[in-house]
Structures are given as C-alpha cells and as structure tokens.
C-alpha cells in the first residue's frame, strides 16, 4: 500500500495516508512534477498509460510522483529514471498549492516543481507512460490554448506558471 506525505500550507509534515484515500477525501499532501528540456529549449512530456488510476490517456509533465523523505531531489532523480528511463540532475525552481476535481479523486498537493536537462531519447516504462515526445514551449502553448483536454489539469497549471513568469523557458 503506498503512502504520502500530508502536509500544511507551509509543506511541514503533518503526517501520512494511503495515497488512494487521501486523492478520495481530498487531503493535502506533497508531490512533485518534473519538467525536463533539452539544450534547445524543447520540453519533454509524456502521455500517461491509460491503466494508471487517474488522467490515463492524456499528456503531462515529463515524470510526477509522492516523495516519502526530505530528499525530494534525490527521490524525483530516482523516479525519473524508474518511469521515463534516463537520470539527469534535477533541482527545484518553485513549489504551489492546488486543488483540483479529477475524475471522482481530488489533486490537492502541495507540488515541488523540478527541472532538469537531457538530450536524448528516454527509454518509458510502459506501465507509466505510453508515449513521449519534445516540444517546444511556443507549440505547447498552442496546442494547449486549442485541446486544453489532452492535457492533465496540473500540468497545464504548471506550464500556466512557467509561461506567466518565464521562470524556465
């Protein structure tokens, strides 16, 4: 059974919960997306495999998960390469609050936003993501503005950040 972390506004531990249950009622817990680009500036997303328990089917941020220690780094360095199949070294660049309706669960996270530089082609488990592809930030954001439902609500709040404050792009 895996657990997440629940925290406060503040993302001080407060303690932890099966994460179906917690994505069920709607608590706040601590997650982190990663955003990986290239030496061009092309973002790496990935389409989410249509058997994970949530948003299947649609595109998002290269690899997002729960960290279970402090090492939030070191954890997402780690996941990165268990889902898209490549490491690289990863540092945060901001973190926010959401709450989001998916489906019948809630996204409420506290989400550490990383990024990261590869070039090359990941190797995806396909237990995870069924597809990949780069882009660049001026094509996502078209292609976001057009079909807004191919991508997951999180991401496109992510991207809606990162455009607003040309924090990464």
Wanted: include cysteine; proline fraction near 4%; aromatic fraction near 10%.
């Amino acid at each position: 059974m895996k657990k997440v972390i629940l925290v406060d506004e503040n993302d001080n531990p407060i303690g932890e919960e099966e994460k179906i249950k917690a994505h069920e009622e709607g608590k706040l817990h601590r997650c982190f997306s990663i955003l990986v680009f290239n030496s061009k500036g092309d973002l790496l997303i990935q389409k989410r495999a249509k058997s994970k328990y949530h948003s299947g089917g649609l595109w998002s941020n290269t690899c997002c998960s729960h960290p279970l220690t402090k090492d939030i780094e070191k954890e997402a360095k780690e996941r990165l390469n268990e889902e898209i199949g490549f490491a690289c070294d990863v540092k945060e660049a901001f973190g926010f609050i959401y709450n989001l309706k998916v489906g019948k669960l809630y996204e409420h996270e506290f989400n550490h936003v990383l990024t990261g530089v590869f070039d090359g082609d990941p190797k995806p488990n396909t237990e995870e993501a069924e597809d990949w592809k780069w882009v660049s930030p001026e094509e996502l954001k078209t292609d976001i503005s057009l079909h807004s439902e191919k991508y997951t609500p999180w991401f496109k709040l992510i991207f809606q950040k990162i455009e607003k404050d040309k924090k990464m792009i």
